[in-house]
């Protein structure tokens, strides 16, 4: 049973909605549920289904196929009729016992906040399948509770219902294809959630239940039950709607033999959303409990959907974030309210805008987009010499300087309780790395447009180049993490040097490249990703692990962050080549994450983080972009579908 209690299963609607469980059908997260619907999408989700309560009756015996967790006991325990589960195409689940079959998949429909189960009989006796909804109405930030408030004022139909959480709430629609519904109403409470409860989060909640509804089904006999935010699906046949073409189809790359590789693709069509307050693509940065953030879209979509072949999506998204530059930053988020302030404090994302662009220009030969916003390139550079947010500038040197107290906005960005715990004040080297390639980038773009670049910005990359090396090597031949300079040196070990090496114009010489990354592979290297520190450091947290407290404070001081592994690869193969030899080798090293994410934590899933020591479990989120996106672009760029054999 443990096993089907770990597990968890992830399905998605294209507007930042899902459908999520464990394979057990134990509810073990406030985030899960059947039906979470984004109401301004991608954003505003509230959890309106919970989950299903099944029961199949034959021969006068009832067979309950759920499962959820009391305080010191299981009930119902539905595993032990689990003969098997498929995650893909879609959630697919079969029961059995000595005298039924019952098959049982669930499907989001694209583009609108609907699920819809499926259920077959799939044996050779006629039985009774008692279906009970439980619905909640919670923010999916936040557990259900019962409350007075809550009554589900319902009006029914033969086949639907339609019902309100509370006087005032988004109605939710319940309708199916077969059966009577009985009303019996009651509370299910107590049920706990142990990864909530792990997270040092609220892990107690209370589902309600309306009635239930009784079919019976002849062998191979079906039925479909459908739940929305949308009074529409009420006018649809649900057969007909399960049946019809509402997944997004992946993109399929020519000559792709790798299964694993066609897998990835599916798994990343999950993060791409509308943006309702945008009117465009957006990419939601993990499931289930982020949204849409400015960093990790310019990086996820290099792989999602720049090297993919998307090119409207790419230009999408792109487009968005260029009409949203204020002050020379482009939004680290959007707010779920088109009225609220939009936040700005990031000090890398913009400089992410770069290196997509120059990637979409790459893949895309898009010169009429560079031209259309060479003059916003040109204002951020120019707003980051002169000075902006957050006392981010230009130091004598050459460098770009940022920070002040209280804020973090480097990608290692947690903070508790107003305490920033990785303090990176001054000159990050990765924002860096960052700032040499957009200047190299602007004048890239300048040549093949036929512009002239102004002298200001090849003397200030001549003056990085020149002091560069010369501030930022520390005596053991490797980075500071971050200076002031003449002030202060950071000699953490951390990954960020390594986008030194791997962004699209590398700042150090072939061998100097070679000592970093070799340095990289023995102190930070795991067959999952890269650790964000030194095992060697005291300040090195092993588990990820318990309350947020706990959880922000080993967040980058050693945590694993599969998301790296594209640039130490990457870096990789320029180093040493990519030679059929070196791609087989780096195919090999991501057997243990292929392992993972096939078998373990959210399945067909990337995971957001793993432990910094011994690190085999999944952490933080269970379905990470730029998790996912990095491998679909480390195996287009190097094709290593064409070695993979699975």
């Known amino acids: ?21 464990t394979v057990s059908s134990a509810n073990t997260r406030h985030y899960h549920g059947l039906l979470v619907a984004a ?23 009832y067979y309950d196929l759920s499962l959820n967790q009391y305080p010191g006991v299981i009930h119902p325990n ?13 959630p697919r689940w079969h029961y059995a016992a000595n005298v039924w079959q019952l098959q049982k998949s669930v499907r989001m429909v694209q583009g609108s906040n609907s699920t819809l189960v499926y259920y077959k009989n799939s044996g050779n006796k006629t039985l009774i399948l008692e279906l009970h909804p439980l619905y909640a109405y919670a923010d999916y930030h936040t557990a259900f509770h019962e409350d007075p408030r809550y009554d589900f004022y319902t009006e029914f139909t033969t086949d639907s219902l339609k019902s309100y959480a509370t006087y005032g709430s988004h109605p939710v629609f319940t309708k199916w294809s077969e059966g ?41 006999e079906q039925l479909i039950i459908g739940f929305s935010s949308e009074e529409e699906i009420l006018k649809k046949d649900l057969k007909q709607l399960w049946g019809s073409q509402n997944l997004r189809a992946p993109i399929k790359l020519p000559d792709s033999k790798s299964i694993f590789y066609n897998d990835l693709l599916t798994s990343g069509n999950q993060f791409l959303v509308n943006r309702a307050t945008t009117n465009s693509e957006s990419i939601i940065a993990g499931y289930h409990w982020f949204t849409d953030w400015g960093r990790d879209t310019m990086i996820a ?23 949203r530059i204020d002050q020379g930053m482009i939004p680290d988020r959007f707010p779920d309210n088109a009225d609220d302030t939009v936040d700005y404090n990031t000090m890398d994302a913009t400089l992410w805008l770069f290196i997509a662009t120059y990637e979409f220009y790459k ?68 924002v860096n790395a960052l700032w040499y390639n957009a200047l190299k980038i602007f004048q890239s773009f300048c040549k093949d447009l036929g512009t002239k670049v102004d002298g200001k910005y090849e003397d200030l990359i001549d003056k990085f180049e020149i002091n560069f090396l010369k501030m930022f090597e520390n005596p053991e031949g490797t980075l500071y993490d971050v200076i002031v300079p003449d002030v202060s040196y950071d000699d953490s070990f951390r ?21 970093i990354f070799n340095a990289v592979r023995d102190k930070l290297f795991t067959p999952f990703g890269l650790r964000t520190l030194d095992v060697g450091n005291p300040n090195f947290i092993p588990k990820y692990q318990g309350d947020q407290w706990s959880r922000d404070h080993a967040y980058h001081q050693g945590t694993v962050w599969p998301y790296l592994l594209y640039d130490y690869f990457h870096a990789f193969f320029r180093i040493y080549g990519n030679s059929k030899k070196n791609k087989k080798r780096v195919v090999m090293e991501l057997n243990d994450l292929k ?9 067909f899933c990337i995971s957001e983080i793993f432990d910094g020591l011994e690190p085999k479990e999944g952490k933080g989120c269970i379905q990470q972009a730029w998790s996912v996106a990095h491998l679909i672009k480390l195996y287009t760029d190097y094709q290593l579908y064409e070695l993979d054999e699975m």
């Open 180 to 220: 009577t519904y009985i009303v019996q109403r009651n509370w299910y409470k107590n049920i706990q959630l142990p990864e909530s409860r792990e997270r040092g989060l609220d892990y107690v909640c209370d589902y309600y239940r309306i009635g239930y509804l009784k079919t019976e089904l002849k062998p191979n």
């Open 39 to 61: 109401f301004t999408p991608p954003t505003d989700r509230k959890v309106l289904v919970a989950k299903i309560e099944e029961r199949v009756l034959i021969n006068a015996e």
């Open 1 to 21: 049973m443990k096993d089907f209690f770990d597990k968890e299963w992830l399905v998605t609607n294209a507007l930042g909605g899902y459908a999520s469980s």
């Open 495 to 515: 990954p960020n040097q390594l986008f030194c090496l791997s962004l699209p114009f590398p700042l150090l010489h072939a061998h100097k490249q070679k000592t």
């Open 78 to 90: 539905g595993t032990q009729y689990l003969d098997h589960f498929e995650a893909v195409p879609v």
């Open 301 to 323: 979509m290099r792989g999602l959907t720049i090297a993919t072949g998307r090119k409207a999506i790419s230009q999408s998204i792109l487009s968005t974030f260029f009409k």
């Open 363 to 430: 893949k895309f030969g898009e010169t009429g987009f560079i031209k259309k916003h060479i003059g916003a390139l040109k204002g951020i550079l120019d707003a980051h010499i002169h000075g902006t947010r957050y006392n981010i500038h230009v130091t004598k040197e050459g460098f770009l300087y940022g920070g002040v107290e209280g804020e973090q906005l480097t990608w290692m960005d947690a903070i508790v309780n107003g305490k920033v715990i990785t303090p990176r004040i001054g000159c990050p080297v990765e």
């Open 595 to 603: 392992e993972h994410f096939y078998y373990h934590n959210g399945l």
